[in-house]
């Protein structure tokens, strides 16, 4: 549990690492010195001390995340995280945003899926060393994929930012529906003309070669830029098409990777929770149970004890204090197995 905690507060994410099969050992025995408190003060006939929370080692905004929209924010997370760290390790020069498209209405996740497969074995895995992307179906139900890539060069070098920034905002105003408001396409395809003129030979490159592969894999256009903003709002930017679409998905996505990456390294998983919220209280539920059965090991109830104890474990995070005390009121050499029945009995009287 030491190396747990030393791991977790030297990592600059606020972030905690989720309970899963086991309840931690340090936990169980705080706890379990507040039962042993309360009982002395109770024999003495005083009433104990208030017991303590369960440590929380770090703080997250995002406490009101429960269920699968936890585990979408974990993946949003840690896709920030992994873009993050790419652009550390190449340099933000190297790195770029890329929108892919299909020619026609490709919205058949199946045939989505072979398409992109096919470019990234025979294209993007040989032009960019690493990529991270995200598929996304649009309102009309096609499909198009969204990448954070490394091109391996550097194509920021004399790109005019500020050309490609306001014909962004000349696009974003003007663009309506899949058609343009009179007078704006004009704007719009004049500074396009300025930041594509701008663009170093590198990035022309790279431009070349996407516009003659993209055909043969089924694509149709495609945009390439270097990252207008810094690096971490550019990196939430890329994470929030995770949140996006996932709202998206039709029924047919189901088993749809959410997220592909092809990195180098990648330091983030999703295989944490945040601190706050209903982790907070599914960890504080396990605590109690576990106290009340005298159990530091869950997997000794079946690969499924998660499933099965869901609303007991809610229940004793709700009853936190009344646990410990019931627990206290336990022999401390009572054995798991004698421990069930009147822990059941305790359990259905809450």
Partial sequence: ?????????ESPVKLAVDLRCSCPAADLRAAQ??????RQGADAGAAGPAPAAI???LVTTQTSLTGNKSRLARRAEGLFQNFDAMIDRVGLEKTALFTSTFPDNCDRREESERRFNNWATGFLREIFPEYIAVPERQARGAFHHHLAVNCGVDIRTGFDFEACTAASVIKREGYRNGSWLPGYFEK??????TYTASANPNLKAIWKAVRESAPKYGF???????????AQACARYMGAYVSSQHNARAREDKGLRTVRYALADRPW?????FVEGGAKKWRRGCCAIALLLGVEDFSLYGPRWARHWRSRIFLANDNFEACLAFASTLPQGMSRQARQMPVARFLSSL
């Fill in 1 to 9: 549990m030491d190396a747990a905690v030393s791991l977790i507060t």
């Fill in 269 to 273: 998983s999703s295989q944490w929770n």
């Fill in 188 to 193: 719009f395809k004049s500074l396009e003309r």
């Fill in 55 to 57: 440590p929380c080692l």
């Fill in 33 to 38: 010195n507040v039962g042993q408190v309360g």
């Fill in 220 to 230: 149709g256009r495609c945009e390439l830029l270097p990252i207008l903003s810094n």
